[in-house]
Each structure stands twice: as C-alpha cells, then as structure tokens.
C-alpha cells in the first residue's frame, strides 16, 4: 500500500521556507563565530520580519493583477480598440540644436514628438522612445554619433504644449557627441506604442 505525502497549504509552505532560511542564516553565523548569540536572535528576526513582509506584499500583488485582468478580459474588444489607434508618429519642423547657455555652442538636441492617430489628431500615446543621432557622410563605424532612450514613466513628463501646437518635448546633452553643426545630420526616432505593441520609426534631417 502506498503512503501519500501530506500536502503543505499556502501558508504551512510559507513557515517552512522561512524556517529553512533561519536555520541556513543561523548556520552561517556559528560557523564564523563572530557575534554573540543574543545578536544572532535579533538579526534572525529582522530578516523573518523582511521575508514575511515580502511574501505579503507579493500576495497583494498578486491579488491586484488577478483584478486588472478581470477587467481587461470582460471588456470587448471594440472598446479597447476605442481608446486610440496610433497610426505614425511625426518628428516637427522644431527639432534641432540650441544653445542652452548662450555660450555660442550649440550642446543641446530637442526633438519634437507627434504620435498621430488614425483621425489624423495628435495623442498623448504611452510607450518607450529610442532617438539616435546619426553623420551619414562618416563610415560605417564612425557614423553614429548618439543613442538615447526614455522610458514610458518619463516619457509622459515630457508632454508639452503651446498655444501653436502639442508634442512630446525630449532633450539630450550633445556636449562632446558632435563636432559642429555646420553639416546636415539626422535624427531617427523609434517609438514602441504599450497599447498596440507596434513599433513606428521615423527619420529627419536637421539642416545647418
């Protein structure tokens, strides 16, 4: 007759895992002989304290994804395809070299952004924006000059609106990047959009 192993619940797996890790850390510790046993007690209930903190916070976690899926999976699709439909995204006319200090160097690239959406109308689109800086007349090896890359949580600081017009605004430090701005460069923009996943790429030539 075979004999089945109990099985451990949640939170017996939860005691046992912390009883293994207090049992190795005190093992540690009196092997190195270096602090006194009223110390060891103390440092084994911190780290208790921590791991049970931990495995709290990653149950609500949990419980708070479960929710948003919920949501997600019960709304129709024509809803979600309603929030917008990112079709490319334009580089504007304003994108170029400044000199911030007013020292007569020009140190600063400012790109202007325009995601544009199926209606033709410019919308403030979450996702990640990668900007290189490009010398087509160098070689091959010599011809990118820089590579930048902002994340969705900064992107949508940088949204920014006139009385002419609305984009994202992003600025890079060029400083020690170009030699001049004498000669045409380019500038290629990739943006991935987080609601659709597509990927839209698009280059300008900054003139002298």
Known sequence: MKIKKPKLNGY????????VCLLAAAGCENIGGRISPAEQIQILREEKRQLTRQIEQSRDQNEELKKQLEVLSGLPAEKLENLYELRKI???RYTGFYDKDNDG???TLIVYIQPIDEENDIVKATGAVDVQLW???RNNGEALLGAWRVEPDELKKLWFATLITINYRLTFDVAGKIESTEEPLTVRVTFTDYLSGRV???QKVIEP
């Open 12 to 19: 017996r797996t939860v005691q046992t895992i912390l009883a």
């Open 90 to 92: 334009k580089i504007t």
């Open 105 to 107: 160097t020009k140190e």
């Open 135 to 137: 010398d087509l007349n």
């Open 200 to 202: 839209f790429t698009e």
